[in-house]
């Protein structure tokens, strides 16, 4: 697993983000992401392809994107420790099926 992980909900529900839930490989969310709404959406125009930034639509996507990023894969048979009953939708999003 990458770490250190933060994973919160999106401030703006995905509107500059890009999705609802959102993992950053830090301890503390980076200022700008969350700010106000032109600093935010400066912020992700600027950082939304940064390796240690990821979204999803569940906390365990924003998790597995993040991981994909980092080029760190979770063995399907492990539970994500985030969401419950969430492996296939993210076993999907990874196979991109």
Not at 68 to 89: I, L, N, V, Y
Request: contains cysteine; aromatic residues 12%; glycine residues 8%.
């Amino acid at each position: 697993m990458v770490y250190p992980i933060t994973i919160i909900r999106a401030r703006y529900a995905g509107t500059y983000e890009g999705n609802p839930w959102l993992a950053f490989h830090a301890y503390v969310v980076p200022i700008g992401a969350t700010d106000s709404d032109i600093e935010c959406m400066e912020w992700w125009d600027k950082h939304r392809d940064d390796p240690d930034v990821a979204g999803g639509i569940t906390p365990c996507a924003a998790l597995a994107e993040l991981e994909r990023r980092h080029m760190f894969f979770r063995p399907a048979s492990e539970q994500c420790p985030f969401d419950q009953g969430t492996t296939d939708k993210v076993n999907e999003i990874r196979e991109g099926t």
